[in-house]
């Protein structure tokens, strides 16, 4: 459907659990947060049947997201029941990577379209320290294992921090130099943890591909659910991408509504508002109710963000940390 400024909204983004086995210092404190308990989580009949609704209103694109989805048991269950829904397109997977390898004949099987797998450092130290304690060869093999599925879309996800070397971003994209995956660099966003490790702004990191593997070529069409721009440096077999929310706001194409692991919709990323659906599920709402809800809520999305402002204090903006929005 159609929001009050016209754009069409086809993409949920689905946190499936605020639980991770990690806890990357710009998404989640050390402590981690308070998790919310497994009967305030949505289950994978809500989630379906929220989607099933969805799909009236034009959702044909759903990503599974958390916290670390694959923490979550059963998963595949899920992606099968939402495959199986008319009208649903496409769904992927975004993940640390590190419990992919032993999910992922029951996930393809259950017809996973993609997977984006976070990874900023090729370094095994600063991966560790990155991560609080996560241990890079495991997303590695979470990688190799992916790869070994040509059907499968396979992204590599980094978000680039002024802590890091820039060597690292030159290492990272280079493995889509023989591999048949992008690699993607997201600008941080100022969300929670996130707020404390300013943004290496993609043209930085472009510059630096540039200068080691030569100019790009820019790659034309659409890839993926979102706003990456994608590039392709000479003889390599995979697409590099950059994801610059900050540096250049693409709110007016925004496709894309999230739901939380708690059952709320959220219009827009930075802003913390939404609609309650869990309550409206547990209430015994009709899907016409649920879904007059959704459509209200996707009607009324926010123009855009304001993360270039300095309002991030102001009440209607999101305090979640990111694990607990979806990312
Ligand atoms: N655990 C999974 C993972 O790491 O891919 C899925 C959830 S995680 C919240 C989704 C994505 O959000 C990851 O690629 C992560 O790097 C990114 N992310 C977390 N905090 C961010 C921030 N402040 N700005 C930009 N991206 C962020
Ligand atoms: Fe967990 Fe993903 Fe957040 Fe890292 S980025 S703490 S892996 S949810």
Do not use: W
Request: with cysteine; hydrophobic share 35%.
């Amino acid at each position: 459907m159609t929001d009050q400024y016209g754009r069409d909204i086809r993409y949920l983004r689905i946190s499936v659990t605020d639980r991770c086995n990690l806890r990357c210092i710009y998404c989640m404190p050390e402590e981690g947060v308070p998790c919310v308990s497994h009967s305030d989580i949505l289950t994978y009949d809500e989630i379906t049947r929220i989607c099933r609704i969805g799909t009236e209103l034009g959702i044909s694109r759903i990503k599974l997201t958390g916290g670390e989805p694959l923490v979550r048991r059963g998963l595949p269950d899920l992606l099968r029941m939402l495959k199986a829904l008319p009208g649903i397109e496409q769904v992927t997977l975004t993940t640390n990577g590190t419990l992919l390898k032993e999910n992922l004949g029951a996930l393809t099987d259950a017809g996973l379209d993609g997977v984006n797998i976070s990874i900023d450092t090729p370094d095994a130290a600063r991966y560790e320290q990155v991560t609080r304690g996560g241990k890079l060869s495991d997303a590695l093999v979470g990688l190799e294992a992916a790869l070994t599925y040509p059907a499968l879309t396979v992204r590599l996800n980094c978000v680039p921090m002024q802590e890091m070397p820039e060597e690292d971003y030159i290492r990272l994209a280079e493995l889509s130099r023989e591999k048949v995956m992008d690699v993607r660099f997201i600008e941080m966003m100022p969300l929670g943890q996130g707020k404390a490790f300013p943004a290496v702004r993609g043209e930085r990191v472009y510059r630096l591909l540039k200068e080691r593997f030569g100019e790009a070529g820019k790659c034309e069409g659409t890839f993926g659910n979102g706003p990456a721009v994608y590039v392709r440096f000479p003889g390599f077999a995979g697409k590099t991408g950059f994801i610059d929310a900050l540096s250049h706001q693409f709110c007016s194409a925004c496709n894309r509504v999230r739901l939380t692991s708690e059952g709320i919709l959220k219009p827009c990323l930075q802003y913390g508002t939404g609609t309650d659906l869990r309550l409206l599920l547990r209430s015994g709402a009709g899907d016409d109710e649920i879904k007059a809800a959704m459509e209200q809520t996707i009607y009324e999305k926010p123009a855009c963000h304001q993360f270039a402002k300095d309002r991030q204090e102001a009440a209607i903006f999101e305090t979640r940390d990111m694990s607990q929005i979806g990312g």
